[in-house]
């Protein structure tokens, strides 16, 4: 028995020692840090914000309006997406303060000034007229 406490002592050890060391999750870059509550609470909130628009941008009316426009829906959405989270937040500031009976024409509007000016900008193709 003392022969098999003799060898099985420092494996029971070494397996302790290396069970309490601590364990990286993920490797960590350089520069990278812990996160912190404002950053996490500033992507909760840009979500939000591209959830609004999203919402909004599905309805129908909105829908029919833009395609009255010649703008093509998935172009709306390529260029949703491709908001800053400042821009996504001030279009969705901006669409809560327009009234309830204007929202679409104001939505509308909304969509229609980031696109022209994106496209005099020359990051898309929208409108023909801007060249």
């Known amino acids: 028995m003392k022969k098999l406490y003799r060898y099985l002592s420092p494996l029971l ?10 364990v990286a ?3 960590a870059s350089s520069g990278s840090g812990l ?12 979500q939000g914000d591209r959830e609004r628009i ?3 941008l599905a309805r129908d009316e909105v829908q029919e309006q833009l395609v009255a426009q010649g703008v093509d829906p998935t172009e709306v959405e390529a ?5 800053s989270d400042a821009e996504a937040a001030q279009m969705a500031d901006q669409l809560e303060q327009l009234p309830a009976g204007a929202s679409v024409v104001g939505a509308l509007f909304a969509v229609f000034v980031i696109l022209l000016v994106t496209d005099i900008l020359g990051l898309t193709n929208v409108y023909p007229f801007t060249r």
């Open 25 to 27: 999750a993920a490797p």
């Open 79 to 83: 260029r949703v997406a491709a908001l």
């Open 13 to 22: 050890i070494a397996a302790l020692v290396l069970g309490s060391l601590p």
């Open 54 to 56: 999203h919402e909004i």
């Open 35 to 46: 996160i912190t509550t404002q950053e996490a609470l500033n992507a909760e909130r840009s």
